[in-house]
């Protein structure tokens, strides 16, 4: 289905302005943003928070680290092949060898997941190996593949990964892992894909495959548990809204507005939210946990704006 050609435009609010801030992220409640920032606009580096209606912003965290999405924990590569993460809560704090690599939170953040890969050579070939570990565990190596990584979790057992099995293979797999007793499920076998996003609980998995065949293009849904996909008729960005809605950007060529349209997943259909009466810059906007609001910086004037989803 095409883009509707009228679009109401949804009344928002900069909550940030002067430019500031890109990258913003939404707390676990919903009802705030933390951004990044120090001097000259702050008085020190840190992470900061104002709320989704805009107002005062202050210093939520003095220290700069990757924080979990539930904000349970920080955690701090080194230089070399330590990471420290650090329980908020207490400030218990255990290493893993990571060598600076992003790590993937299960949903109840007591377990996690990372890769180390090779350091040369044509990156569809090199090794990319998987490890998994418990909060304060040892890690422990569940896979390698070649050209891949790390997803998500579908569960607190199950990964969904990406790769090849072999490094001269032409097409990758997207696959679940079970960590616990090795099963593995192939969902879809492609050159590549992008934009990999899992539903809130797990159960599906947007993806969009490009430069394959007319018969594997395009953004699809599927379900993690197996079956075959459903392509959609769209193309854009896409953020899950819940777990049975998805909010897509279609990509636009002509410099107009952003449009919001939004897939149900039980109805199989589209319908249109509105315009944002603007641009988003650089694909960053996200929505809110709760899926009531949405986050943008604006194309225009740089600031991050928030409005409420109908």
Known sequence: MGTSAVAATLPSRAVLSGGCCPGTVWTPDSKALLFLDGPPARPSTGIYEV????GQVTRRFSSVAYFSPKLRWAVRPGTGETTVLERLADGKRFTLPTYGADVTWNDAETGLAYTRSDTSGNYDRRATRVYVADAFGAPRN????????VSGWVDDDTLLLSGKSAPGNRDRDLFTLNIRNGAKKTLRTALGFRGI??????????YTVSFDSAARN???????????PTEINDFGAYRWRDAGRFVLIPLKLDGGAHVLRQYTVSLNGWNTLGDLG?????GDWNISPDGRRLSY?????GNVRVLTLP
């Open 197 to 206: 996003s899992l539903s809130p609980d797990g159960a599906r998995v947007l």
């Open 297 to 301: 910086l604006s194309a225009e004037s």
């Open 218 to 228: 395009g953004l699809w849904l599927q379900r993690t548990a197996g079956g075959p």
């Open 278 to 282: 603007g641009r988003v810059r650089q």
């Open 51 to 54: 709320a989704a209606t805009g």
């Open 142 to 149: 569940v896979a390698t593949l070649y050209g891949g990584g």
